[in-house]
């Protein structure tokens, strides 16, 4: 929905904000234990340590029986898997899962409860690690063969597309240009291939042991991460540039080998009035306007948000929005703004919801500024939405 220019303010305040016009060999890489080997180990030391995913990013953690996910710099939610050994992951409606070997899949909603749905392995003598889906089918790669399976979207009926070699283990689909991306666990090449197998692409990273090759939605780019360096993930551009680091303490103990992001197959929009309790004390207050993932200009996205923590001296109110994502009833968006007051300063903003709706005190709100300054809880009042465009 485009924005004309408007004012909007809180109830209790006169804040008022315009919206801008603007492996070779058969072993299985479950159940091993990371090498510690200098050379293979990246760490945090390799790019910058900085936010991580746009949007969640779901992980998979067979070995441990545990089921992740991480937006931003949080893990945002996790539980535990119905089977054991649950790794190949496809996120539609729902969160659909495969065991690793001849192990059956489950079907859980997107926020985690397990639906009474199980999805037998589809081919018997293959070892399936991660997974993807474009929407109309489910994919995934023999560990022992490389061979590269379409499935329907509850991992059945399985066709070859095309093979490898013995070894890769990771896979992520592009929905929007309707190719694949694959990787190599036991070597350094990431490949960007067509659905006949063709290489598009390629380029190399500094390690081995590639986990959860998953792309994301929101920016275009990949994130990966290494048995080597487990709760560390990797954001490349798919062009191989590295361009961001992102360490989970959570997850250090945690095999993830699979992961994805959310489709984006829905237009949605962003609303919200509302306060929690600031940091120093009072209400926290914030609007959120007509928020979406939609050019408003060349620079900026969709929408408006206005803030003001009266206690921390902090308030702000900007269209400058940069990154949207909207998945379920979760939403995470940024861009930039100046506090306000004697002193201005420019900052970058992430802000984080979740729109319950009912009851909407379960809704939560979370600012995090790159000065340091950072609020987040239920809200003591208002609510968030989130709706299709009109």
Known sequence: MKITARLFRFTLTALAVVCLVNVASSQSPAGRRPETAAASAPGVALGFVGTGPVSP????AGDQGMIWV???NAVINSWP???SAEYPIALLSTVRTLGSSRGAGSDYTLSGTYTGTDYPYPVADAQFYDGATDGSSNYSVDFLTGDVYAFDTVWANPMLLFSTASGYLDITADPSTG???VASFIGTTVEHRSLGGAVLSSFTVPFTSISCLALDPADGTLWLGSQHAQGTFYQYSQAGTLLNTVHYT???TQNTLGGEF???TEKLELNGLGAIAGPNGGNARFQIVDVENEQATKKYLEGAVAYQDRKSRTSFQTGKI????I??????FSGSATIGGKHKQKVNFTIMVTANHNPSNADTFSVSLSNGYQASGNLTNGSISIIEQE
């Open 81 to 83: 898997g119905h089977h």
């Open 70 to 72: 991480v937006q931003g």
């Open 327 to 332: 998945f379920g009833n979760q939403a995470q």
């Open 250 to 252: 959570e997850l250090e």
């Open 179 to 181: 190719t694949l991306w």
């Open 322 to 325: 940069t990154t949207v994502t």
């Open 262 to 264: 959310p489709l984006q």
């Open 57 to 60: 990013l779901y992980l998979t």
